[in-house]
């Protein structure tokens, strides 16, 4: 079978390759549907990434959130037609590699395995013609939640899976969280605590008011330079990633109480100096999250499914944009780096 690859080979330079795909029955063969942009996305396709990264990763097909319609299933288990999200993590036993301690034991993850790849990390993503993907690596989707929701499905299992391992390595006292950050990560974060921990109090640390007002369903809010005398936030979770990450850090190993976990689940392309004295001094536990594996999808899309919650993340969709060319392409990464918040979604149609 012969698909139509995206390439990203340059910075915002898109070329169409043509690859044979094999059909395999550990395989199902997907035509991806709605695809969502993502802030990694966008730092290869602006050439924000180091020359010597670019030069490793591309040329590659960008987008791991995704979902599509089922094309062709040679086991019969999926019907054509059949709308599925699509699991970009793919472990090293999927090529062969004997199964991972990261796949085997579910502290760690399977997100975690060495010998695995990510699609658009070195690997093609999900802007494709047809994708054939593992049958593992496949979700059904409730029908009544809307196409352009389920295309965030990755990135509410992100949130999924760092809050499973805030469970494995914090100290139970759950009383209160911060989350630090007003962007998309830390408003589904924030949904996901509450619904976890619905007799906790949560609050966001941002610096935009309007969207600190998006975050009507916590506690409190906080603007960066608001004073702060008296409070008391058992755990923490950073969701800013970037130039700013060290400062958010090492304001939080100042804020967090004594015993408390600090859970990153930002990115930044440097190196990060912490105050690594007073995390000693007061027992913090630093869990960095990178991912998320086959279970995490699972829950996120339990999760989806309950009352009023694709309202509240209908609020993050702001561009639904139908890509028929790379020229929409194009079009599409441009007004998302227009964005001052929220996903732009591209409806594949190429």
């Given amino acids: 079978m012969i698909n139509q690859v995206i390439q990203l080979t340059k910075p915002k330079t898109f070329e169409i390759v043509t690859q044979h795909v094999e059909l395999l029955e550990t395989n199902v ?11 990694a996305d966008q730092r290869y396709y602006k050439g924000m990434r180091s020359e010597k990264v670019l030069n490793k990763k591309l040329p590659m097909a960008l987008i791991h959130e995704a979902i599509g319609e089922v094309q062709y299933d040679p086991l019969n288990q999926l019907k054509y037609g059949e709308r599925v999200v699509l699991i970009p993590n793919i472990s090293g036993s999927f090529f062969g ?3 991972s301690l990261s796949e085997k034991n ?3 993850g399977e997100n975690y395995c060495l010998n695995g790849k990510f699609r658009s ?10 994708v054939s993907q593992p049958r593992e690596l496949i979700i059904r989707t409730p029908e009544f939640i809307p196409a352009e929701i389920l295309a965030i499905t990755e990135l509410v299992s992100v949130c999924v899976h760092s809050l499973k391992r805030f469970s494995y390595y914090s100290h139970g006292v759950n009383d209160t969280f911060g989350v630090w950050g007003d962007g998309n990560i830390s408003y589904i974060l924030s949904l996901l605590i509450k619904r976890e921990y619905p007799k906790s109090k949560v609050i966001v640390f941002g610096k935009h008011v309007d969207k600190l007002e998006m975050f009507s369903f916590v506690d409190e809010t906080y603007l960066l330079n608001d004073k702060t005398d008296g409070l008391i936030i058992h755990h923490f979770f950073e969701c800013v990633g970037g130039e700013a990450q060290t400062d958010v850090l090492n304001r ?5 109480y004594p015993g408390g976990t600090i859970s990153t689940l930002g990115v930044s392309e440097t190196a990060v100096p912490l105050n690594v004295r007073l995390m000693m001094e007061k027992g913090i536990v630093l869990v960095n999250n990178s991912r998320s594996g086959v279970k995490d999808f699972q829950k ?3 999760f989806m499914q309950e009352v009023n919650i694709v309202s509240y993340l209908s609020s993050l969709i702001n561009n639904v944009i139908k890509v028929e060319s790379i020229k929409n392409i194009h079009q599409a990464f441009e007004m998302d780096s227009l964005k001052h918040y929220g996903k732009t979604v591209m409806e594949w149609r190429v």
């Fill in 29 to 39: 063969i997907v035509r991806p549907t709605y695809l969502s942009i993502c802030h």
């Fill in 97 to 99: 590699f004997p199964p």
């Fill in 106 to 108: 579910e502290k760690i």
């Fill in 121 to 130: 990390s070195g690997f093609d993503g999900f802007m494709q013609e047809i």
């Fill in 252 to 256: 939080m190993i100042d804020l967090v």
């Fill in 300 to 302: 996120a899309i339990d």
